[in-house]
């Protein structure tokens, strides 16, 4: 069983910027693939963006190409998503994920465990 706790949301301005982390425990972090996904009030959880086991593969949503960077980090069982130019349209609760089976594939679907989730708001 895996645990995911996320934290770095918060209240940004937009054109801001903020960093979210996710820690891992219970389980061997090097064995999934990590993903953010996000869900905004009275919508559908959405893929934000995956990295591969090792780090050499990313996958990003059209909407935050550019603007966000998936890292991790397997010594220390972490995995970050660094926003920048946050738009209002960004709001929304973060949630980090693991997966067994893929990367560029990632979906609500594929998920084998889910963080509980990161508030994130932008104003404008």
């Known amino acids: 069983q895996v645990q995911l706790v996320e934290s770095g949301g918060g209240l940004v301005q937009a054109g801001g910027s903020l960093r979210l982390s996710c820690a891992a425990s219970g389980g061997t972090f090097s064995n999934y693939a990590m993903g953010w996904f996000r869900q905004a009030p009275g919508k559908e959880r959405e893929f934000v963006s995956a990295i591969s086991r090792g780090g050499g593969t990313t996958v990003y949503a059209d909407s935050v190409k550019g603007r966000f960077t998936i890292s991790r980090d397997n010594a220390k069982n972490t995995v970050y998503l660094q926003m920048n130019n946050l738009k209002p349209e960004d709001t929304a609760v973060y949630y980090c994920?693991?997966?067994?089976?893929?990367?560029?594939?990632?979906?609500?679907?594929?998920?084998?465990?889910w963080g509980q989730g990161t508030q994130v708001t932008v104003s404008s």
């Open positions: 994920a693991a997966d067994s089976a893929t990367t560029r594939n990632m979906g609500v679907n594929t998920i084998d465990y």
